[in-house]
């Protein structure tokens, strides 16, 4: 590497930004998840985008409500993530509908979220030849804002403790979220059942 390739690495995957993945990519989020569901239920393990992926963004937004980030450099590392998940449905769809090229992707998340374009360039190359679905960028989204509703509903209500609920969750392993809530609030559902649940009010 050049010295102006090496400083853009630094930049890049400075302390306070990687410090913002910690929790997703181990505990508590993928590698925990993996742990767990090697253990609890492994024939329900659908492996769907919205629970794995959305749990562990969902950490991210417990844990910055909680004040993980100890300094503005730190908020700004967490910050600066969920500015990239946001920005990474924009273009993974605007690519799969075939608007945008690789090469724009790129652009705007260096533009738009402030990427080194090193970074930008792996992040795209990634979204485009890991095989994820068009809808796996948008479960990041959606599955962790289902999984913070439903804390909301389970946990800020006092029904369950932080442990309960978590736990719950790692027990009964990868299913669709409205399952999970259903288990969790003892519904009964029939072979009928349609989805109906509403996890988000602006």
């Given at each position: 590497?050049?010295y ?27 590698h925990?998840?993996g ?7 492994a ?7 919205f629970?794995?992926?959305?749990n ?9 409500d ?38 724009q ?5 260096v533009?738009?979220v402030?990427?080194?374009?090193a ?20 479960a ?23 442990k309960?609920?978590?736990?719950a ?16 609030t ?17």
């Amino acid at each position: 590497m050049t010295y102006d390739e090496k400083m853009m690495s630094m930049r890049g995957n400075n302390p306070n930004f990687s410090r913002a993945t910690v929790h997703h990519e181990l505990l508590a989020g993928h590698h925990l998840q993996g742990y767990m569901t090697a253990r609890h239920k492994a024939y329900r393990n659908f492996d769907t985008p919205f629970w794995v992926e959305g749990n562990s963004l969902y950490w991210e937004l417990l844990l910055w409500d909680m004040k993980f980030p100890r300094t503005p450099e730190e908020r700004i590392g967490m910050l600066f993530w969920r500015m990239h998940r946001c920005a990474r449905i924009i273009f993974s769809l605007n690519y799969h509908l075939g608007k945008w090229t690789p090469q724009q992707c790129i652009d705007f998340l260096v533009d738009r979220v402030g990427h080194e374009r090193a970074n930008a360039e792996g992040e795209v190359r990634r979204s485009f030849t890991g095989g994820y679905g068009p809808l796996y960028q948008i479960a990041y989204m959606i599955g962790g804002l289902e999984f913070y509703a439903l804390k909301k509903e389970l946990v800020d209500t006092k029904k369950m403790t932080y442990k309960q609920y978590h736990d719950a969750i790692l027990h009964e392993n990868s299913l669709p979220i409205e399952m999970l809530r259903a288990i969790l609030t003892n519904q009964n559902i029939d072979r009928d059942y349609k989805p109906s649940w509403k996890f988000y009010n602006k």
